[in-house]
């Protein structure tokens, strides 16, 4: 059964830096892309980045220049997202989430505050 877990959250200044994990279980990570999407209090939940299995990166404009997604090489079926250089509209939950499944993580917040 496909699970993931999100961490890496928490509360930082405009201009540092948090690393979000992504562990996935239940299903070889290597056969799917997967995204990092966001949703922030009263808007829609957005894609953030995306890689796929040949390690093709995608990252929506908001983000660009700034996020960089990954997979770990060090831990199996894991997926990082390194986000720099964080901004108050960057506030969200965070999920992982495998493109062309139904399941979604708990998501794990990231604030950006002064």
């Known amino acids: 059964q496909l699970h993931l877990v999100e961490s890496g959250g928490g509360l930082v200044q405009p201009g540092g830096s948090l690393t979000l994990s992504c562990v996935v279980s239940g299903v070889a990570l290597e056969d799917y892309a997967i995204g990092w999407f966001r949703q922030a209090p009263g808007k829609e939940r957005e894609g953030v980045s995306c890689?796929?299995?040949?390690?093709?990166?995608?990252y929506s404009d908001s983000v660009k220049g700034r996020f960089t997604i990954s997979r770990d090489n060090a831990a199996e079926n894991t997926v990082l997202l390194q986000m720099n250089n964080l901004k108050p509209e960057d506030t969200a939950v965070y999920y992982c989430?495998?493109?062309?499944?139904?399941?979604w993580g708990q998501g794990t917040q990231v604030t950006v505050s002064s």
């Open positions: 890689i796929n299995y040949s390690t093709t990166t995608w």
């Open positions: 989430h495998l493109l062309g499944t139904l399941t």
